[in-house]
């Protein structure tokens, strides 16, 4: 959640992250848009024949040739777009993590993307399902979701009851809780209706993980940790809007970068809810 005025700059950059709910206790970029654009918060995105495109990269995460994709402006239209490139259906895709193919929680594509980031798509694995006993009030979860209809659980706390079913990964979809389909179902639902489930007693979960290239299976606790150190060094960022059009904006001090995650971790800490607009 961006604190202080902001100010358009069309030069590339780095992106700030993502939605997640916590159940402990408790996005993505555009193709075209024009300058005005910036000075347009709230109303209808300008004709794509007055825009400017901008060109992504983009790969599978499992892997792929590399697609060029423009002309999108949310995360519907990404997921389409990158479909589009590999010739696949848009509900394969899962989440997209920026500058890295491995599920790494902390390269989120969310509502920014800098203009220079290489998209890598993470696309629909293999089903399971698993029966957990609730043993305690808190599971141990963070629940995310894509900004397109599917949540996925974004962490796994140490020596929480979920940490202790091996089965169960962070970047793993959550499609059905006893049975009941929950795709479409925002990230904050979910983590409500999993921590309603009553105590002492067993549920079952459906998941799909993130499909894998064989030499990227790796143990949990490696699985989620990037080594990649691939980063853009620009000044600007697009960001995705619920509403009205998409913009480029200029990246914060880092003044601003420290106010913003201190007020994200007490709002998740004290509220179990990181939220930021898609």
Not at 90 to 100: A, D, G, M, R, V
Not at 152 to 180: L, P, T, W, Y
Not at 217 to 236: A, Q
Not at 254 to 264: I, M
Request: aromatic letters at 6%; proline letters at 5%.
């Amino acid at each position: 959640m961006p604190l202080g005025p902001w100010r358009k700059k069309n030069k590339p950059t780095k992106e700030h992250l993502v939605d997640n709910e916590e159940l402990s206790g408790g996005h993505a970029g555009a193709g075209t848009l024009s300058k005005s654009a910036t000075n347009r918060a709230g109303l209808p995105p300008l004709p794509v024949n007055q825009r400017p495109k901008l060109v992504f990269h983009t790969q599978l995460a499992h892997g792929s040739p590399t697609g060029r994709i423009e002309g999108f402006t949310n995360v519907k239209e990404l997921y389409a777009k990158i479909a589009e490139a590999f010739k696949i259906s848009p509900p394969e895709i899962l989440f997209c993590t920026l500058n890295t193919h491995k599920v790494d929680m902390d390269k989120l594509l969310g509502g920014q993307i800098g203009l220079e980031d290489f998209i890598f798509a993470h696309m629909k694995g293999r089903k399971k399902e698993v029966e957990v006993n609730k043993s305690e009030d808190a599971l141990g979860l963070t629940i995310t979701d894509n900004g397109a209809g599917y949540a996925f659980i974004k962490r796994i706390k140490e020596g929480s009851v979920m940490d202790g079913v091996k089965v169960v990964c962070v970047g793993d979809h959550v499609e059905c809780i006893n049975g009941c389909n929950i795709v479409g179902i925002r990230h904050y639902e979910v983590a409500r209706m999993l921590k309603e489930l009553p105590k002492d007693k067993l549920f079952t979960l459906s998941l799909v993980e993130p499909l894998k290239a064989f030499e990227m299976l790796e143990p949990r606790s490696k699985g989620v940790k990037s080594t990649d150190t691939k980063n853009s060094t620009g000044k600007g960022t697009l960001r995705l809007r619920s509403k009205g059009p998409v913009t480029v904006e200029e990246e914060p001090t880092e003044f601003e970068e420290k106010a913003v995650k201190k007020v994200d971790e007490l709002l998740e800490s004290y509220m179990g809810i990181r939220d930021t607009e898609l």
